[in-house]
């Protein structure tokens, strides 16, 4: 539970916050956990989360900036995130414009009432076994290393947990148009980074991830997942 701050002056956040900036006593953030709102785009969700997270805040929100469906979108990690230590979560355009409008026009004391709850449910799994998954890209030879060293507590685990691989993409549909046309598909909408020493574009990362999930799904189906491993 805690105090919502927004700056209408820096609505994306994409640089270094400065906490001078911020009155604390009049915030409240003595009193209650700081929460930051920021807009979509410009920038990396890492980028915003980072900047929030250096100033003290504990929670940080990004408002999408299209009107979409936000159960699937993921805040991806643009390779630099490391390190994160607050939570964050992405709401719906049409959700953060409501509280963007609200406190564009609230008076100070209305301002000094608002408090936000938010609340990181974990699934319940009905049959009664612990979900994990695991996040990588098939270029990554740590990520591969790492799946080759757990194949032997997999075996141990099979019947008593139930796992899953994601495939990591990132969005970059601001970049180089060169970059876009070998690294990305839809536009910059789902882009690979080339790994340093493989002369390989990030669209032949991308079709091989898919080429694996495509496998992982069709032994999913007929419970030979071990052959994936």
């Known amino acids: 539970m805690g105090k919502l701050h927004y700056d209408p002056e820096d609505e994306y956040v994409c640089t270094e916050l400065d906490e001078s900036v911020y009155n604390k006593t009049v915030a409240g953030w003595s009193d209650f956990t700081p929460f930051y709102i920021a807009k979509r785009g410009e920038c990396s969700f890492v980028t915003k989360i980072r900047s929030m997270e250096n100033i003290g805040i504990a929670v940080g929100i990004v408002v999408d900036n299209s009107a979409e469906t ?104 601001d970049c180089d148009p060169m970059y876009v046309g070998n690294d990305c598909f839809g536009e910059g909408k789902y882009c690979a980074l080339e790994p340093g020493d493989m002369q390989i574009k990030g669209q032949e990362i991308i079709l091989e991830d898919l080429r694996q999930m495509c496998l992982w799904k069709n032994l999913q189906a007929t419970n030979q997942t071990d052959l994936w491993w």
């Open 70 to 173: 936000i159960d699937n979108v993921l805040m991806s990690d643009d390779g630099t995130g490391g390190g994160i230590r607050i939570p964050s979560m992405l709401i719906g355009q049409r959700d953060g414009e409501k509280l963007l409008e609200w406190m564009k026009n609230a008076t100070p004391e209305e301002f000094k009432q608002l408090v936000v709850l938010c609340e990181f449910v974990m699934p319940y799994n009905e049959d009664d076994k612990v979900q994990y998954e695991y996040w990588f890209t098939s270029s990554s030879d740590r990520a591969l290393d790492f799946l080759e060293d757990f194949q032997v507590m997999e075996e141990k685990f099979h019947g008593l947990a139930n796992f899953e691989p994601h495939y990591v993409f990132w969005e970059c549909q």
